[in-house]
């Protein structure tokens, strides 16, 4: 089972500022990786997939990069609404499994 | 509008049994493999089980293999999820999520989650 790590835990920021999550696959996932959002109370959303690809409807502030085992989600300017945890996900081996999640929340 | 919307979810004592539904609409229910995660209060998501688009394959997590059983009904639009021999850890909120046509074992729609707990 293919194990991902998040960085940092936690992340405070101001609204404006820009955010940037990182996720580490313990063995290469290539680019089947993908970031979801949830709020408190919430399902999660997907935001971005296969590394890059933004899904339908989510704001271009949103960012994916990486490939291999290092990958990278980054907010370029935080909005209010951006404020909540952040998973990311692989889908290259089996079974899928998610990271532990970022939570950024308001400095 | 997509949407995916789950029931069944409550207290059930350990040993007990539980069935979770999922009605979809929106979408040709037929074409999408469907999955259920779940969340424990407080923690992150974990995937459970999968269902390919007729229901010929079948997926599950080695924590619940051999207890839960996934299953759907294309014709009512509606994924399940069979929880026998319950445990407390299999406490947490229960999500059904479509596969995207395109993305095996990624997850694009998203239920509102039902709650199961399992307690004496």
């Known amino acids: ?107 | 509008e997509v949407q995916l919307v789950e029931s069944g979810g409550g207290l059930v004592q350990p040993g007990g049994s539980l069935r979770l539904s999922c009605a979809a609409s929106g979408f040709t229910f037929s074409s999408y493999w469907m999955h259920w995660v779940r969340q424990a209060p407080g923690k992150g998501l974990v995937w459970v089980s999968r269902i390919n688009s007729d229901g010929s394959s079948t997926s599950y997590a080695d924590s619940v293999k051999g207890r839960f059983t996934i299953s759907r009904d294309n014709a009512k639009n509606t994924l399940y999820l069979q929880m026998n021999s319950l445990r407390a850890e299999d406490t947490a909120v229960y999500y059904c999520a479509r596969g995207p046509l395109t993305m095996i074992n990624a997850f694009d729609i998203w239920g509102q989650g039902t709650m199961v707990t399992v307690s004496s």
């Open chain 1, 1 to 107: 089972e293919i194990v991902l790590t998040q960085s940092p835990a936690t992340l405070s920021l101001s609204p404006g500022e820009r955010a940037t999550l990182s996720c580490r696959a313990s063995q290469s996932v290539s680019s089947y990786l993908a970031w979801y959002q949830q709020k408190p109370g919430q399902a999660p959303r997907l935001l971005i997939y296969d590394a890059s690809n933004r899904a339908t409807g989510i704001p271009a502030r949103f960012s994916g990069s990486g490939s291999g085992t290092d990958f990278t989600l980054t907010i370029s300017s935080l909005e209010p609404e951006d404020f909540a945890v952040y998973y990311c996900q692989q889908r290259s081996n089996w079974p899928p499994t998610f990271g532990p999640g970022t939570k950024v929340d308001i400095k």
